[in-house]
């Protein structure tokens, strides 16, 4: 993003610097979030996971009690 170097006496590249620097911690801000938000998918899909692993090593269990 390209920011205007006027030097108006109302301050025009000051508010142009502040829309600037909005924009880039808006931007951030979203990226926190988005990491965030897959953070906590991983977590789900690894909890799944160990659920369903969790399931397959009881079932193991008594398909070899039912074979003794």
């Not at 109302?10 to 924009?23: D, V, W």
């Not at 808006?26 to 160990?50: D, I, K, P, T, Y």
Request: net charge positive; aromatic share 2%.
């Amino acid at each position: 993003m390209k920011t205007t170097q006027t030097t108006d006496p109302n301050g025009t590249t000051k508010m142009s610097l502040l829309h600037e620097n909005l924009a880039r911690a808006q931007m951030s801000e979203r990226l926190g979030e988005a990491q965030q938000l897959r953070r906590g998918q991983q977590f789900v899909r690894a909890r799944r996971l160990s659920r369903k692993a969790e399931q397959a090593a009881q079932q193991a269990r008594l398909a070899l009690a039912r074979a003794l």
